[in-house]
């Protein structure tokens, strides 16, 4: 199976898991676990928006940075700028915030409602260049997905 056919299949199950599912913490503990489970990446979790920071939510893998700040860190830019960011080699990324040394590639994800970002998807890989475009595709899906179910109520 190619990763792009696992990504299919993923999405497809995860939509069933997810469903009806209207609190954002177990929501966001499942769809860490389901991702995790699926793809066995080093750190998959959830930073939630609030006020001027994003705070750590529900994750799967070892223990993370608490608090990220607006514009800070791989998480923080995916906030300010509104847009998945694909880090290649964490090294060099300018002010990469490096809660495990074992992190080497990333991917973060905005979930988006009303057009705000209201918390962001991060994944992180112990080996270089994990990600491309076509983890962003699927895992833009899953952040949709998870943001209709719990924010905007569909
Ligand atoms: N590397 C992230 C911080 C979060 S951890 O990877 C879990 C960043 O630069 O925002």
Redesign the pocket.
């Known amino acids: 199976m190619t990763k792009e056919e696992q990504y299919i299949q993923f999405v497809d199950d995860y939509k069933r898991l997810i469903s009806g599912e209207t609190e954002e913490v177990s929501a966001m503990a499942n769809t860490s676990a389901a991702i995790h489970d699926e793809f066995h990446f080093f750190?998959v979790?959830f930073y939630i928006v609030k006020a001027d920071k994003l705070i750590l939510g529900p994750f799967q893998g070892p223990v993370?940075?608490s608090t990220?700040r607006f514009g800070?860190?791989?998480?923080?830019t995916a906030w300010k700028e509104q847009k998945t960011q694909v880090v290649p080699d964490?090294e060099q990324f300018p002010g990469?915030?490096?809660?495990s040394s074992l992190?080497r590639s990333?991917i973060?994800v905005p979930v988006f409602a009303n057009n705000e970002v209201k918390a962001v998807l991060?994944i992180?890989s112990t080996q270089l260049n994990t990600f491309d475009a076509i983890d962003r595709k699927y895992l833009e899906q899953v952040a949709s997905i998870l943001a209709d179910t719990i924010y905007n109520k569909e």
């Open positions: 750190w979790g993370a940075c990220i800070k860190g791989v998480c923080g964490v990469h915030i490096a809660c992190s990333e973060v991060d992180d």
